[in-house]
């Protein structure tokens, strides 16, 4: 097995691979090399061999090999030609078999000219204090980016430079690179202090993960020390509002942040790798603090680099484009994607590699596959990527609030049993529905049958044999008849009825739109409570992380919703009147007056966030409750609908048939 793995890594590492990916299928096990952002067919291999393989990786990582249903992941170090550090990372499958795959990151830096060009950056090196970030997802290259800047700071400059690093990905010859070690009692805090003690010039942070970190960069910074450090965050204005979150001032944030970039990598026309970046200079964060949290007019954001790039043919595809126009999942595959996601993520994986992982394990059709596959490949968040697999719109909107403001891993369990309790709730009313609407099917289609055949013949027998019947029974006659085509006419009047509304009501401005939906019959129980729900599930995510209403304004006004920028306009307006939340939600019409007081109550206790989060799983039950109560009562309506027809049929064609053998007789 070692010889076969040492096979394996030697071609990978030839055609400069970034992860192999041990896929096994129903009768064998696909290896597939990821070059680029491009993932490619390697080689096969049989379930049994794969089963040794695996046994090996896991033992050279140090993970159980005696365990395979749950998912592990560990570090390995590989020698060839030089050091390469290898996180191999297995996940148990449905097939009784896990898969796994191999990431691969060379221990050492060395400054080359496929590495990626800094130029704009670098005279910002020459700056004696400051804090330099560097943001965007997984695979975007920050870590690259700042290991340049360290080696120029190093070669060009003769600085000093330090590094905290949680592990240290890449080993740069005379830098100093200090890994994380909680068990040892090496955690950033205490390395923190060793490090200012040493005279450094520059100081590498790998990343800013709390707020603690957060405040011991600032005062790094603040004390005459160049900063250089990474964040997760989709944008410059969103780094700058993740750290005012993090319990750090404005004045802070103005006095010792010199440049932000967010960058992603993206593959050209012609197959090369390129860097595309916004960058936020010094002025550009006075003029953000000092203009309501606006950037500057003339500031290119990185969507709109992308779609002059795109425009220009550039790059084929527009950033984050939907392209997708048709269900991927099932309900049932979206509850254990959702499932699995909260596993991986628990053991260390990054959103980019869970993904990875699991997109491969669903029935998508291979294009839509490939599709998602880039969409990582080039930074796609969890929330965009759960948008392009259809998702309902309240998860994607709490997916993208824990990933501004909380952990991810933490909301995750709450939309699964969100998910799941939508599904029961489904699979109950069509458990009460199919088989009524079977049989009123079915009674439709042989009351039309009849019509055309056997009734037009009584009626010609009956008046030719001159039986007499009761204005009652010409009265079924003429029902059961038309009622078909009255059945056809009402449900087509019903559903234009509703196209046309949904027109109307679409052209309305959106608070004409709330009062008119919170006031329709039936509908509005169903849309208040929803309303509700969502406001407070959100809310509760928000004051959980000491999110102010002034940051909640701002972030829901940049939201492609019109609910969400109504709702901001009216906690604008009314806040500044000196109105309390309470009060201000009693003036939105779409909302239920319990969670006023369950806010009351929150408000008074200092627990708000708390009572709204127990409100929203309350109000959940609420919904699914009213829910079945009304599905309860239409299995038995549509039954006695049904007994009431038969009965009509009955009347019109056997009590005439009585009255005639009579007559024969």
Known sequence: MKLLFEDIMTKAIKQ???DIHFIPVENEVVIKLRVNESLIDFQKMTKHTYAKLLTYMKYQACLDVSTHHIAQSGRYIYNYKQLYYLRISTLPLSLGIESCVIRIIPQYFYQSTEEMQLDYLYHLMTKKQGLVLFTGPTGSGKSTSMYQMSLYAKEQLNLNVITIEDPVERIIDGITQISVNTKAGIDYHNSFKAILRCDPDVILIGEIRNAEIAKQVIHASLSGHLVLTTLHANSCEGALLRLL???LTNQELVQTIINITNQRLI?????????VAESLSHEDIHY???????????????????QRLSQKGFIVKKWYKNTFNQEKLSDKDKISLIGRLHDLLTHGFTISEAFHFIIKQYNIPEQYKAELLAYIAEGATCNQLLSQLKYPKPTIMLVLFAEKFSDLNECLPH??????RNYEVKLYLLKALQYPVILCSI?????TILNHTVIPEFETLFATMDVTRSPFQHLLTYSIMVLPKFISIFFISIFLILIIMRKIIQRLPINKQIRLLSKLPIFHHYYRLYKTYQFASEFALFYKHGVTLHHIVNLYQQQEDLYLNYLASVIAIHTTKGDTLDQILSRVPCIETELITFIQQGERSGKLGIELQLYSTIIIDKIQNRFQQQIRFIQPTIFLILAILIVALYAVIMLPMFDLMQTLK
């Open 245 to 247: 979150e993090m319990g």
């Open 443 to 447: 009674f439709f289609l042989m009351l």
């Open 415 to 420: 939309i699964q049993d969100y998910l799941k």
């Open 267 to 275: 593959t050209s026309n012609d197959k090369h790798r390129y860097l």
């Open 16 to 18: 400069k691979t970034s």
């Open 288 to 306: 953000f603090f000092n203009n309501n949290y606006r950037l500057p007019e003339d500031f290119q954001t990185l969507p709109n680099i992308l």
